[in-house]
């Protein structure tokens, strides 16, 4: 099973930007869908930025235009590149990972993420206003 471990997390002021990493053990690029999530102190978990079914990324309405997943196949590496923070970014974000089929439809694949049960151990992002 893979394992991930997010780093990059810090304190930083309104209006900054942070990178977050998540290394994974193994090359997830064809049997996992990664994606973002966070969780605030008392809220629930929330996705950040997830994979829909064509490949395309859904960022939450909160941080569209200012957070951008990427990936470093050749590392294992995603990345969560967080632009123009606010106070209410700040949360304990986690990579996770869930495993992927693909399947044929409409003359194109596409991608079938299972539930999302492998996580990292989270890094905290802490925005001051």
């Known amino acids: 099973q893979v394992q991930l471990v997010e780093s990059g997390g810090g304190s930083v002021q309104a209006g900054d930007s942070l990178r977050l990493s998540c290394v994974a053990s193994e090359d997830t690029s064809n049997n996992y869908c990664v994606a973002w999530f966070r969780q605030a102190l008392g809220k629930e978990r929330e996705g950040v930025a997830t994979?829909?079914?064509?490949?395309?990324?859904t960022y939450a309405d909160s941080v569209k235009g200012r957070f951008t997943i990427s990936e470093d196949n050749a590392k294992n590496t995603l990345f969560l590149q967080m632009n123009s923070l606010k106070p209410e970014d700040t949360a304990m974000y986690y990579c996770?990972?869930?495993?992927?089929?693909?399947?044929?439809?409409?003359?194109?694949?596409?991608?079938?993420?299972?539930?999302?049960?492998?996580w990292g151990q989270g890094t905290p992002v802490t925005v001051s206003s």
């Open positions: 996770a990972a869930a495993l992927r089929t693909r399947f044929w439809r409409y003359g194109r694949y596409w991608i079938q993420c299972g539930e999302f049960t492998y």
């Open positions: 994979p829909e079914s064509d490949g395309t990324t």
